[in-house]
């Protein structure tokens, strides 16, 4: 027994620390994405998002001014100017690609018969010749330079004004809130008359109910969408609220169902010895003790919807004014496909809700599913 008991001992650990595992794996590419958000279009190009927060190196080259731009002092035709932008640091440069960092700041090199090039530690350079200047294009710098970690919000300024995220970003609230909502509200009526009331064809609904589970949404688009079009509704958010509950509504029925049976029975059938009508049951004891399943339910659907492309896209329409964070993204990566700092903002951005809806909710989700699971009749 204690062998076998040492034995549970090392596979719980084991447990844990997949588990622990899986949950990194699954954390550092949103880590990654959300780092990703503040840096701007050079460092995520030149380096990965682990490095953001220490300077970084980058290669690069300049051109000096050509011979109009030439000074002579002290009898010597001068060119200066600098080889940095902004909080850049010095660490290299030279004259040619294969070599870019050949010299040390500080160091003279000579790159013509008689031409004499300086670059000093802040940057400038100074170009010299004894002769005048004869070149229409400046002679070419090559630089190795250390950028300071710089986070900033201009990624986000853009893509929540200019780019219409934000107008995007109401879009779904407006489609997502409701189409978790009205399912629930249908849903808890249907699956409280399946467990507690007594009526021909029960059993025959329940099995239903489980049979539309399998059923994939793709085949009944198109039905769906000519059925609102025939009565009326056309494209707009009506139609895809309740396209949204008529997908949701087996899984939500099914699972409320299953939770609902597991009620305890002395409990409902005192209320109904003391006069308790079955909607009075139904608002005041099951409807407060199922609320683990009801937060699983909408956290699923909640969930869903907001990721949704493909219903949206049937039942609401393509145009700037109607469309959700989906579509925008979609339409970003068409057109925007080379600006990696504004998708990995705009995904951020439609990720954020959901993150913030799943872990506030998250303990009631393991308490319903589990509940849901096991208890049935």
Do not use: C
């Amino acid at each position: 027994m204690e062998g076998m008991a040492g034995q549970k001992s090392s596979l719980t650990w084991v447990v844990n620390i997949s588990a622990f595992l899986l949950v990194l794996l699954w954390t550092i590419p949103t880590l990654g994405l959300f780092v990703s958000s503040f840096r701007d279009r050079d460092q995520i190009a030149s380096s990965g998002w682990w490095a953001s927060f220490s300077a970084s190196e980058q290669t690069g080259f300049v051109r000096t001014g050509t011979d109009d731009d030439a000074t002579q002092v002290d009898g010597l035709y001068v060119i200066e100017g600098t080889v940095l932008e902004g909080d850049q640091e010095l660490t290299a440069w030279g004259t040619r690609s294969r070599e870019p960092g050949a010299f040390q700041p500080g160091e003279t090199t000579e790159i013509e018969d008689g031409w004499q090039l300086t670059v000093n530690e802040d940057g400038s350079y100074r170009l010299t010749s004894e002769a005048p200047f004869e070149m229409r294009r400046g002679e070419r710098i090559f630089t190795t330079t250390k950028a300071p970690a710089n986070l900033t919000t201009a990624n986000y300024q853009r893509v929540l004004t200019a780019e219409g995220l934000g107008r995007a970003f109401m879009n779904t609230l407006t489609v997502a809130i409701p189409a978790t909502v009205i399912p629930i509200l249908i849903a808890a009526f249907a699956a409280y008359a399946l467990a507690w009331m007594q009526f021909p064809g029960r059993a025959l609904l329940t099995a239903a109910v489980v049979g539309l589970l399998v059923v994939p949404l793709q085949v009944s688009l198109i039905p769906l969408l000519q059925m609102h079009n025939s009565i009326g509704i056309g494209k707009g958010y009506l139609g895809i609220w309740l396209a949204h509950t008529g997908f949701g509504l087996p899984l939500a029925v099914y699972l409320l169902r299953n939770y609902m049976v597991g009620l305890p029975r002395e409990v409902i059938e005192s209320a109904r010895v003391d006069g308790a009508t079955d909607f009075q049951i139904f608002r005041r004891i099951v409807l407060p003790l199922s609320f683990p399943a009801l937060a699983s339910f909408a956290i699923f659907q909640f969930l869903w919807v907001w990721n949704d492309l493909l219903v949206a896209t049937v039942f609401l329409g393509n145009t700037r004014e109607q469309l959700v964070m989906t579509g925008v993204l979609r339409e970003l990566m068409g057109s925007k496909g080379g600006e990696w700092e504004i998708l990995a903002t705009s995904a951020f951005i439609s990720i954020a809700v959901p993150l913030i809806v799943f872990f506030s909710m998250q303990r009631y989700l393991v308490r319903g599913l589990l509940a849901g699971s096991v208890k049935g009749g």
